[in-house]
């Protein structure tokens, strides 16, 4: 019969019919997200690098190699290199027991993964002055043991652990619940233990995602600025990451120093950009493999 349909095999996706838009609602939609794009995002970011070399490259690179400036850089990679592996290990940790255990719990961990999302960065390092303030919960202790954790490093990277672990973990669950534990259970069954079946199945599965996760959270951990300012105190050479010390030198009215600082993030975050992008052209190319097998 004429009017019959055509069956859908299984695991076909039905086919897309493409609305075609008139030209001028699509040339409209186009011309307001560009439009948007250069005043939001392009005008900024040019602006950035024209001020940080208005006064030439001289005052930039003495900006740049500054004292100050130089510590900050170095706290700044510091705390990425160690907020980033431990959010690494929390991330595929929490990602492997929920998508392949059931347990008691499971929708309270995932709603504490999101807390840091919906938590003002302010607030989350008002709770650490709490926590670990001359008057807070545990802060008598550490001054009687002489432990330092506000005004100095440990409590940046704490700070800066809480505010990015979410990064990895939530890019990770999705894709591990796509993938399903088919693979596992038969690399189980064929004689593989625990390590070997993360290593040999799991692993090159997730290698992508988990790259694109870690690519995030560190971008996240070097710009992060609400709580680490909050636990940092400021001190200069001693507890001021990169975008502390371009607000510093803003308020000072010292714009040469303050943009050529802010360039160096701003190129960071172009590298990232750069990666990611990369990473997702990698992931889809993953994804269309999957369907083909």
Partial sequence: MSGTATPIRRGELPQRHDVLEPRWVRWTLIGVALTFLTLFLFVPLVAVFTEALKKGWDVYAEAIIDEDAISAIKLTLLTAAIAVPFNLVFGVAASWAITKFEFRGK?????????PFSVSPVISGLIYVLLFGAQGWFGPWLAEHDIKILFAVPGIVIATVFITFPFVARELIPLMQAQG?????????????GWQTFFRVTLPNIKWGLLYGVILCN??????????????????????TMPLQVE?????????????VASLLALLALVTLAVKTFIEWRLHENYDDAKEQ
């Fill in 107 to 115: 929708s309270l961990l995932l709603t504490l993964i999101d807390l």
């Fill in 181 to 193: 534990s088919e693979e596992e259970e038969a690399a189980v069954v064929l004689g593989a233990n």
């Fill in 219 to 240: 971008a996240r951990a070097m710009g992060e600025f609400g709580a680490v300012s909050v636990v940092s105190g400021h001190i200069r050479g001693e507890t001021n």
């Fill in 248 to 260: 510093i030198l803003y308020n000072e009215y010292n714009f040469a120093a303050a943009f050529a």
